[in-house]
């Protein structure tokens, strides 16, 4: 994507192109696995402000820009989200998660979607998170 689409794209959300937005979503576009605060802060321009990058962060996960994945390190991993505004809006993909014991990389598996879960009526859901636990492809070609 280029950056005239990253800020078309930034533009369906009101949001103007910043540098630190289109830094931070250049990260998310380029990555085929998610990643966590200090990577990003990383692989971002060393002249960007972390509290900026950090605001960036949890704005673009408010708006289902990108989502939050929780693994057994208890640090969240961050992935870009579909774009497609009714999927955000409706919750439609909930995918399963992969998480590897080796090289601790996490990757969302799109096209496996996280079973329905029925609950008794007085819980109510607001985030589900399910994540599998093991040796990912790279890892196990290695």
Not at 97 to 119: E, G, W
Request: with cysteine.
């Amino acid at each position: 994507m280029n950056p005239k689409e990253i800020k078309d794209r930034l533009k369906q959300y009101g949001l103007n192109l910043t540098l630190t937005r289109l830094k931070v979503l250049e990260v998310f576009l380029t990555k085929d696995r998610a990643v966590t605060y200090g990577e990003l802060l990383k692989l971002t321009d060393k002249a960007l402000d972390r509290i900026t990058v950090y605001r960036t962060l949890k704005m673009f996960e408010e708006l289902g820009i990108i989502h939050k994945i929780y693994t057994v390190s208890g640090l969240p991993n961050y992935a870009l989200s579909h774009f497609e505004r009714e999927q955000i809006v409706s919750n439609i993909n909930q995918h399963l998660h992969f998480s590897c014991i080796k090289c601790k990389s996490v990757y969302c598996l799109d096209d496996q979607l996280v079973p329905a879960i029925s609950l008794p009526d007085v819980y109510e859901i607001h985030s589900l998170n399910m994540v599998v636990i093991g040796i990912c492809r790279n890892c196990n070609c290695g």
